[in-house]
């Protein structure tokens, strides 16, 4: 075989110019921010891609009928690929067209790993990683080496059998939501009947606080809001979400609704450009000037909306806005919540949040004046050491008000990757819910582990004690979206064998590297996979992906749900089902139609083709699934924000200029999740990735200057070179690229859902290297 190279014309990859890393202080080009979101560069994007040589190939993923590969907002499916859940055509956006673009790159050439080294491919950026290519052959990094080599597949299920026949404590998985809900389920029922709850998910570093604040008011843990409900709202209080570039979609939704007269109130301590204005292709007309989002932005201090739910519910019951009669009614520990509320002074809930009463006042005013309220949120909220505080926060101004139960009212968490819903709906979690382990210990025919697994951040605590000994990735990058890189390449290297299931290299493969073996296996994108699968969207509708083909035409790849099957089948054999059949997809659906609450359709969507909406999770009425059948008020106190000093950093007066911030770190308008598409974020004026955006104020009053270059100190790990960028920022916070800024932080947890604190990072910027 010969070596596959990029079409003529196709930019040329990081492995074909040597590896050699970019300047992190050389912008792609210079930045001059825009005063919309959106806009023309969005247009200018589609046509770049869709005209490149690539663009046919572009235009017929497109039109595929598979869910698209971005945000959990979800489009595509039987419809038609640019058609959602209520068959509106044109729905796609520029996130579907970078994640595209992205799987149908060629494929690595044959002899790539053999030329570059393991030293070398450590130094490639997020961009560079994921620029390589394809993974198109299976490959192997064996103890002491520091380069991969192709392994045959008897020779990975061997190493993969092995490796999993051992104590059932000491193996684990994690996911991300890239794959199937099929291959998901595969996953955790392989898992179980080993007898390991070690079920590790990306949303255990995301939206875990979502599902846990929602279950324990509510009893459920989902959207609560569907795309059609959501559209008789006339209100939204939108918290900690970058819209714009994570779900640009449901910007459209936003324009419509202000064209209907109702009032968005957006929160977030970065005033994003996109959330006050956004031109969207969808309203042509308006797409250059672009249309007012945010009736009100309010920028609290980061780690600091309860205080702002808190005061929001003051106001209400000040002026006798309180719906009594729908507590009564629908609710219980209602009474405890009005009084918390009642004894918490102003003073503590403005110096928390850090706005002013009038500002609050509004908020509640706006809340108090529209019919039906969708509050929404993203990681802005769940990525904070109270979060799940700040869940039951939003809920109780929600019930206060009587905006659950309703159309066009509701909770809705906005998830990130387009499965990740659905891999919890299917059980992967290492908090197993008593009716499906039911369910399953039938569907088995023994009994299952009780006892919690690992999650996220618990699997790489437990291998950084060396308690772990075999881990299969399906997908994800688990080093780096991990806070304290350094600890989490030390505790993967703890780990004696792991396996990645992946379309494409990232830095994981490079850093997150096993004690003995480390396994890449080449997997199928969605719209290649062979399989029929179904994936779930964050409002709970269920899309089919058609099968379909690979461009790489000489690959050797394989569906996860082929290998899990087969792995199953070697660790089980025949009992207590036949493991082999699971590589019928259509069989496993009707496995999860028996064992998962909601899903009883999918055993029919074979013959049907009829996508579906999950049973009991959009509430049009005030009952819920809860042992009395009303929501469970929590009670909320306010955080405490106090930062460190500068002598906490270890930084005396020889390192002046300094100053402490509140970081937040986030992702950029070209990036999602840990794989970055554009070095640059031209909408907050960033050039680079190695930039940290601070309020104007703050740094005059610190003595530095914008374009100044410092270093960012945390609490596990140190930036050099850092460009300061003004920006909308509030005072005493900041904002950093996730994943890079991760290197600065110790894991924070928030106890009762496992998901670190990476929006309040306490950080001290100074002036040059020490």
């Given at each position: 075989?010969?070596?596959?190279?990029?079409?003529?014309?196709?930019?040329?990859?990081?492995?074909?110019?040597?590896?050699?890393?970019?300047?992190?202080?050389?912008?792609?080009?210079?930045?001059?921010?825009?005063?919309?979101?959106?806009?023309?560069?969005?247009?200018?994007?589609?046509?770049?891609?869709?005209?490149?040589?690539?663009?046919?190939?572009?235009?017929?993923?497109?039109?595929?009928?598979?869910?698209?590969?971005?945000?959990?907002?979800?489009?595509?499916?039987?419809?038609?690929?640019?058609?959602?859940?209520?068959?509106?055509?044109?729905?796609?956006?520029?996130?579907?067209?970078?994640?595209?673009?992205?799987?149908?790159?060629?494929?690595?050439?044959?002899?790539?790993?053999?030329?570059?080294?393991?030293?070398?491919?450590?130094?490639?950026?997020?961009?560079?990683?994921?620029?390589?290519?394809?993974?198109?052959?299976?490959?192997?990094?064996?103890?002491?080496?520091?380069?991969?080599?192709?392994?045959?597949?008897?020779?990975?299920?061997?190493?993969?059998?092995?490796?999993?026949?051992?104590?059932?404590?000491?193996?684990?998985?994690?996911?991300?939501?890239?794959?199937?809900?099929?291959?998901?389920?595969?996953?955790?029922?392989?898992?179980?009947?080993?007898?390991?709850?070690?079920?590790?998910?990306?949303?255990?570093?995301?939206?875990?606080?979502?599902?846990?604040?929602?279950?324990?008011?509510?009893?459920?843990?989902?959207?609560?809001?569907?795309?059609?409900?959501?559209?008789?709202?006339?209100?939204?209080?939108?918290?900690?979400?970058?819209?714009?570039?994570?779900?640009?979609?449901?910007?459209?939704?936003?324009?419509?609704?202000?064209?209907?007269?109702?009032?968005?109130?957006?929160?977030?301590?970065?005033?994003?450009?996109?959330?006050?204005?956004?031109?969207?292709?969808?309203?042509?007309?308006?797409?250059?000037?672009?249309?007012?989002?945010?009736?009100?932005?309010?920028?609290?201090?980061?780690?600091?909306?309860?205080?702002?739910?808190?005061?929001?519910?003051?106001?209400?019951?000040?002026?006798?806005?309180?719906?009594?009669?729908?507590?009564?009614?629908?609710?219980?520990?209602?009474?405890?919540?009005?009084?918390?509320?009642?004894?918490?002074?102003?003073?503590?809930?403005?110096?928390?949040?850090?706005?002013?009463?009038?500002?609050?006042?509004?908020?509640?005013?706006?809340?108090?004046?529209?019919?039906?309220?969708?509050?929404?949120?993203?990681?802005?909220?769940?990525?904070?050491?109270?979060?799940?505080?700040?869940?039951?926060?939003?809920?109780?101004?929600?019930?206060?008000?009587?905006?659950?139960?309703?159309?066009?009212?509701?909770?809705?968490?906005?998830?990130g990757h387009s499965n990740v819903q659905g891999f919890g709906s299917m059980g992967v979690t290492a908090h197993l819910k008593a009716t499906i382990r039911e369910a399953l210990e039938k569907l088995l025919g023994q009994s299952l582990k009780r006892e919690p697994g690992y999650d996220a951040r618990a699997l790489i605590e437990a291998a950084d004690r060396g308690l772990v000994d075999t881990l299969l990735c399906l997908g994800g990058n688990l080093y780096a979206a991990n806070p304290d890189l350094t600890q989490?390449?030390?505790?993967?290297?703890?780990?004696?064998?792991?396996?990645?299931?992946?379309?494409?290299?990232?830095?994981?493969?490079?850093?997150?590297?096993?004690?003995?073996?480390?396994?890449?296996?080449?997997?199928?994108?969605?719209?290649?996979?062979?399989?029929?699968?179904?994936?779930?969207?964050?409002?709970?509708?269920?899309?089919?992906?058609?099968?379909?083909?690979?461009?790489?035409?000489?690959?050797?790849?394989?569906?996860?749900?082929?290998?899990?099957?087969?792995?199953?089948?070697?660790?089980?054999?025949?009992?207590?089902?036949?493991?082999?059949?699971?590589?019928?997809?259509?069989?496993?659906?009707?496995?999860?139609?028996?064992?998962?609450?909601?899903?009883?359709?999918?055993?029919?969507?074979?013959?049907?083709?009829?996508?579906?909406?999950?049973?009991?999770?959009?509430?049009?009425?005030?009952?819920?699934?809860?042992?009395?059948?009303?929501?469970?008020?929590?009670?909320?106190?306010?955080?405490?924000?106090?930062?460190?000093?500068?002598?906490?950093?270890?930084?005396?007066?020889?390192?002046?200029?300094?100053?402490?911030?509140?970081?937040?770190?986030?992702?950029?308008?070209?990036?999602?999740?840990?794989?970055?598409?554009?070095?640059?974020?031209?909408?907050?004026?960033?050039?680079?990735?190695?930039?940290?955006?601070?309020?104007?104020?703050?740094?005059?009053?610190?003595?530095?200057?914008?374009?100044?270059?410092?270093?960012?100190?945390?609490?596990?790990?140190?930036?050099?070179?850092?460009?300061?960028?003004?920006?909308?920022?509030?005072?005493?916070?900041?904002?950093?690229?996730?994943?890079?800024?991760?290197?600065?932080?110790?894991?924070?947890?928030?106890?009762?859902?496992?998901?670190?604190?990476?929006?309040?990072?306490?950080?001290?910027?100074?002036?040059?290297?020490?």
């Open positions: 075989m010969t070596d596959r190279t990029r079409p003529p014309g196709d930019a040329p990859s990081p492995a074909e110019t040597h590896l050699a890393p970019a300047n992190p202080g050389v912008a792609d080009e210079s930045i001059h921010a825009p005063t919309i979101g959106g806009g023309l560069p969005i247009i200018q994007y589609w046509a770049q891609k869709t005209l490149s040589p690539q663009g046919p190939q572009i235009w017929k993923t497109l039109l595929h009928k598979s869910a698209c590969l971005s945000c959990a907002w979800g489009t595509g499916g039987q419809n038609g690929g640019f058609t959602n859940e209520l068959e509106e055509p044109l729905q796609r956006c520029m996130k579907s067209v970078q994640a595209i673009s992205s799987e149908l790159q060629p494929g690595l050439g044959d002899h790539f790993f053999a030329r570059h080294s393991l030293s070398e491919l450590q130094q490639l950026t997020s961009r560079e990683a994921d620029r390589l290519g394809r993974l198109s052959f299976p490959v192997i990094r064996r103890a002491g080496s520091d380069h991969y080599e192709p392994i045959s597949w008897e020779e990975i299920y061997a190493l993969a059998t092995a490796a999993f026949t051992l104590p059932p404590e000491r193996v684990a998985s994690y996911s991300s939501g890239r794959s199937s809900n099929e291959a998901a389920y595969l996953l955790q029922l392989m898992m179980r009947a080993l007898g390991s709850n070690n079920l590790a998910d990306c949303s255990d570093l995301c939206h875990a606080p979502s599902t846990v604040g929602l279950n324990k008011v509510f009893g459920t843990g989902t959207s609560q809001v569907s795309l059609e409900s959501g559209r008789q709202a006339d209100g939204v209080v939108l918290v900690g979400s970058k819209g714009p570039a994570n779900h640009p979609r449901l910007m459209n939704e936003l324009i419509e609704l202000r064209d209907r007269g109702g009032k968005v109130i957006a929160i977030n301590p970065v005033k994003e450009v996109g959330l006050v204005k956004f031109g969207s292709p969808a309203h042509p007309l308006r797409l250059v000037q672009g249309e007012e989002i945010a009736s009100l932005f309010l920028q609290p201090i980061p780690g600091s909306d309860l205080a702002l739910f808190v005061g929001i519910q003051k106001v209400l019951l000040e002026r006798g806005w309180v719906r009594y009669d729908y507590l009564q009614a629908y609710t219980d520990n209602w009474q405890a919540v009005i009084d918390q509320v009642t004894a918490t002074d102003w003073e503590s809930i403005t110096a928390t949040c850090g706005l002013a009463l009038p500002d609050i006042v509004a908020a509640a005013e706006m809340i108090h004046s529209s019919q039906n309220v969708v509050f929404a949120w993203a990681m802005g909220i769940t990525h904070q050491a109270n979060s799940v505080d700040n869940i039951f926060s939003i809920a109780n101004t929600a019930l206060i008000t009587g905006n659950v139960g309703k159309p066009g009212a509701g909770l809705m968490p906005i998830r989490a390449k030390r505790a993967l290297g703890h780990i004696d064998t792991i396996i990645y299931l992946s379309t494409k290299p990232n830095q994981g493969h490079f850093h997150g590297l096993a004690r003995q073996n480390t396994i890449i296996v080449p997997v199928y994108a969605r719209f290649e996979n062979p399989h029929r699968t179904t994936v779930e969207s964050g409002n709970n509708f269920v899309r089919l992906n058609s099968p379909g083909k690979t461009h790489l035409t000489e690959a050797d790849l394989v569906s996860e749900i082929d290998f899990l099957a087969e792995l199953a089948h070697r660790l089980h054999g025949n009992q207590p089902i036949d493991w082999r059949r699971l590589h019928d997809t259509r069989y496993v659906r009707q496995l999860i139609a028996q064992t998962i609450p909601g899903y009883e359709k999918i055993g029919a969507i074979d013959d049907t083709n009829a996508e579906f909406t999950i049973g009991g999770r959009i509430l049009l009425a005030p009952t819920f699934p809860t042992p009395s059948g009303k929501a469970q008020m929590q009670l909320t106190p306010l955080p405490s924000l106090t930062l460190p000093t500068l002598e906490d950093f270890d930084l005396s007066a020889r390192h002046r200029p300094a100053l402490v911030l509140a970081l937040i770190t986030g992702r950029s308008y070209g990036q999602h999740n840990t794989v970055v598409y554009q070095e640059a974020d031209k909408y907050r004026g960033m050039p680079h990735r190695h930039c940290i955006l601070m309020n104007a104020g703050d740094a005059h009053q610190a003595g530095f200057a914008e374009h100044q270059r410092v270093s960012v100190r945390g609490d596990a790990g140190q930036l050099d070179g850092i460009e300061i960028i003004f920006g909308a920022v509030r005072s005493g916070a900041a904002l950093m690229f996730y994943p890079e800024a991760n290197v600065l932080m110790k894991a924070r947890i928030e106890p009762r859902s496992g998901t670190p604190a990476y929006k309040r990072v306490p950080v001290a910027v100074f002036a040059g290297a020490v």
